[in-house]
């Protein structure tokens, strides 16, 4: 079976980005002796990586949002006292559950725009330094809409130029000038909001493809076709806890707009299936050096909450090394050299597995930390990010006797579907390659739309309403169907590294 490799998940949080990370966050740390349930302090969820903001997670983004936790007050704590104080854990709430928002009056315009039932506006940006992926979605939904000289469709282009304030104002002028009945595009976190914003308010369908978080809530007009972080976390998670058995968990997270999507995602669902987060650490995706942090994970870091252990085994390391000394007749070395050679604390694993969501690059570098500070033997979880032909390689799964497990979730399409595809035979034979998950995703949502168009949805509120009620049917590989948040939904596996290979479990 071939893994279907994805290049272009990550591409919606960090297209239009000017490459300035988020400033790093304090996070909760944990000792022996009074060993704490993490309470990582992480930035909230921002579309790309030039946000600024500094907001605080609270235990849970968004299935605790209003359920008041046993937490610290930034505000009348400092950074000293934060790392020494004991947290209770978040209650439990099922995803299903999810607070509801307050009732909020629906803003939309008056203007009355005419109606051409077989023109599709589509904003994206052709030109710039991210025209090729955009073009490649074009050249996709003219594949699915059936775009030739004798096809009754034709789409009406315009040309965002990688600015969510230009694409906003494309879907009025789309409406006014083109008649559109819906609106294709939002590749981009910025740029899918705005036009998602401005869809609301003119009532015009919209099919986005970005992963930005919340984009679909309480929208009637707005539709996403992504395979989102929540998607993949529900299925990692659900599987973990389910059918591997744990219970607790670890985060060691980036600091930057994916890394903090995928934790808050995380943390949510494992509280939701009943687990618990014992450590979390976020890390500058910039840093190289991930010793401090994965000691603050296994309770190394701070050697005076562990201060009676702590003598003892310094006691321990100068004695041995008087009499390694002796033994060699060669003069006593300082005991704080000592430190720099071996681990001082033994280190307190408490959790079942850890999840990593970052590249399998930085994956890699974690093992050898973890490995550094006496952690042989792990149980790794991550994104889709991993299914890369290097996992293997960056993995390290057996070493010095130890195996480390590794899991993800990723959309998996066997060589039996490409070949009984429509979609795969027509794209390999108009574009002479395999078509990545962009233009899987913008295929099917044109197809979608046409066949709508085609039987009986005649307007806008029409178009709306059919695409809210859309069955199963079949995707460009499989099946698929859109849930009650308008997102289009599609099988994920589980994927385990097993043997240096890649296996759908």
Known sequence: MKIFIKSFYFFSFVLVCSCSSVPMIKTQNRGAEQKKTADAVLPSYADTKDSAQDSVLHRSSEVNAKIKAITPSES???????????????????????????????????????????????????????????????????????????????????????????????????????????I????????????????????????????????????????????????????????????????????????????????NQFWDHVLAYGGTIVGAQVYDAKESDLTSYIQKLVGTYYVENRPEEYRIRMDEIKERKRKQNQAAKAPARKTRESESKENVLTPIVDFDAIFIPD????????????????????????????NTEDLPRRAHQVAAGAVNHFYFVDNVISDEQRRRSEFNALFNATYKEQPSIIEVQTFESARILRDLLLTGARDRYSLASRLRELGRRQGAFAEIYMNNSNEVVRDLSVLSLQNGIIVPL
């Open 184 to 263: 294709l595009g939002g590749l981009a976190a910025r740029e899918a909001s705005a036009i998602a914003q401005q869809a609301e308010f003119f009532q015009v369908p919209f099919f986005a493809f970005s992963q930005k978080s919340d984009l679909t809530d309480d929208a009637r007009y707005t539709f996403r076709n992504s395979v989102t972080p929540a998607m993949q976390v529900s299925k990692l998670v659900e599987y973990a806890i389910t059918k591997l058995g744990h219970k607790k968990f670890a985060i060691l997270s980036p600091n930057d707009a994916y890394g903090i999507e995928f934790a």
């Open 359 to 386: 590249s399998s690059v930085a994956m890699g570098q974690a093992i050898g930390f973890f490995r550094a500070a006496d952690v042989t033997q792990l149980t790794y979880l991550g994104t889709n990010l991993w």
């Open 76 to 182: 009348l704590l400092s950074a000293e006292a934060m790392d020494a104080a004991v947290i209770a854990p978040a209650p439990s709430v099922p995803v299903s559950r999810r607070i509801q928002p307050e009732f909020q009056t629906r803003q939309v315009s008056d203007q009355y725009f005419e109606t051409n039932n077989r023109k599709i506006g589509v904003i994206l940006p052709l030109t710039g330094r991210n025209s090729a992926i955009s073009q490649r979605a074009l050249a996709a939904i003219r594949l699915g809409f059936k775009i030739d000289s004798s096809s009754d469709f034709s789409l009406a282009l315009y040309d965002s130029q990688g600015n969510p304030e230009l694409a906003a104002k494309g879907v009025e002028k789309l409406l006014q000038d083109e008649k559109v009945i819906a």
